[in-house]
């Protein structure tokens, strides 16, 4: 079936601007992650949602991010203000409970380029 | 705190050589789950494997083997007689092993170049 989406796949702002990223995840996928990836490093945890609940946001950098989940479907984060140092991709994972164990399958990523 | 130490920032090797990545990992934790990923240029990461604290048992999976190490907090990632198609970033991560899906700690990655 379908994987993981991710629309925009590229984004520039310019510095102070809102953006909206936004993901779709696996069709019965309970759990949703998202991440940040600056340029040479791994991926950082940012928050996750179980269905439309946002269990955990401790990893959200500052009170300019802002993630949701309504439906317990489609996620979207939104970065108010934009900083340069906001550049980064965010990966989106849905994850499946399988062979004991979760899952994380992740999106193609949008890569947000603040000027 | 979890945390997950990839050494290597970068690896070139010639086809057909064998090359392994290095995983050094932190955890409070009694139990834990492994895992390694791949992410080709497309950006996309690609799940390789899971482990579980608990099962040291070495894994292969045709040219690819990971050898895990509790003693020595390691888990690390081996490709036999490398081709260009393996050229890609490689991230190894940790997750909490509670009930309920767990966020994945990364390492920096290593890039690893295969030339023909």
């Known amino acids: 079936g379908a994987g993981v989406s991710q629309s925009p796949r590229y984004k520039v702002a310019k510095r102070g601007q809102d953006v909206a990223l936004r993901c779709d995840p696996i069709?019965?996928?309970?759990?949703l992650f998202w991440y940040q990836q600056a340029l040479g490093q791994g991926p950082e945890f940012l928050t996750y949602?179980?269905?439309?609940?946002?269990?955990?946001k401790s990893g959200l950098p500052s009170d300019r991010f802002f993630a949701e989940r309504p439906e317990g479907s489609v996620s979207t984060l939104k970065i108010q203000r934009t900083q340069q140092e906001d550049s980064a991709v965010y990966l989106c994972?849905?994850?499946?409970?399988?062979?004991?164990?979760?899952?994380?399958?992740f999106g193609p990523g949008t890569r947000l380029t603040v000027t | 705190a979890q945390k997950v130490t990839q050494a290597q920032t970068e690896i070139s090797v010639v086809e057909k050589e064998d090359v392994t990545l290095d995983c050094v990992y932190e955890t409070r934790d009694t139990t834990y789950y492994l895992f390694w990923y791949k992410q080709p240029p497309s950006g996309e990461l690609v799940f390789l494997i899971r482990?579980?604290?608990?099962?040291?048992q070495n894994e292969i999976s045709g040219r690819y083997s990971w050898n895990f190490q509790k003693s020595t907090s390691s888990f690390n990632f081996t490709i036999t007689a490398s081709q260009v198609v393996d050229s890609a970033v490689y991230f190894c991560a940790l997750s909490e092993a509670r009930q309920g899906a767990q966020k994945l700690v990364f390492g920096q990655g290593t890039r690893l170049t295969i030339n023909p």
């Open positions: 482990r579980n604290s608990f099962d040291e």
């Open positions: 949602f179980q269905n439309e609940a946002q269990l955990d």
């Open positions: 994972a849905s994850s499946l409970f399988r062979q004991g164990a979760y899952e994380q399958y």
């Open positions: 069709s019965g996928h309970v759990s």
